[in-house]
């Protein structure tokens, strides 16, 4: 009974949270931003790790990689390959 309630809870809120941002013209806004830059994100990994056979840097293509090169950019990608090549290795 708990579950139910808490998972009510839980999608009454995202809900409620979900009508007061899209009631606003400045967050369907940057809604659209953030979506662009995580397509823009996930898109420069996709094209390193299609050079990996000549770089030998290959960087996996998951939520935090590509939250970190999507509020980053290309020096969140930098850090990630530096983090890959000098730590990891």
Same mark, same amino acid.
């Given at each position: ?5 808490? #998972?009510? $809870?839980?999608?009454?809120?995202? !809900?409620?949270?979900?009508?007061? *941002?899209? =009631?606003? =013209?400045? @967050? $369907?806004? #940057? *809604? ?5 830059? !995580? +397509? /823009?994100? @996930? ?7 299609? /050079? ?10 998951? +939520?935090?990689? $590509?939250?970190? !090169?999507? !509020? ?6 930098? +850090?990630?390959?530096? *983090?890959?090549?000098?730590? *990891? @290795?």
């Amino acid at each position: 009974m708990m579950q139910y309630m808490l #998972w009510g $809870i839980l999608i009454g809120s995202g !809900v409620l949270l979900a009508f007061l *941002l899209l =009631r606003n =013209r400045f @967050a $369907i806004q #940057w *809604l659209g931003y953030a979506c662009l830059h !995580v +397509a /823009f994100a @996930a898109i420069l990994l996709y094209i390193l790790n299609l /050079f990996s056979s000549y770089t030998h840097l290959e960087l996996p293509l998951n +939520a935090a990689t $590509i939250g970190t !090169v999507s !509020v980053l950019g290309i020096p969140g990608l930098a +850090a990630l390959a530096a *983090l890959k090549l000098f730590v *990891l @290795a």
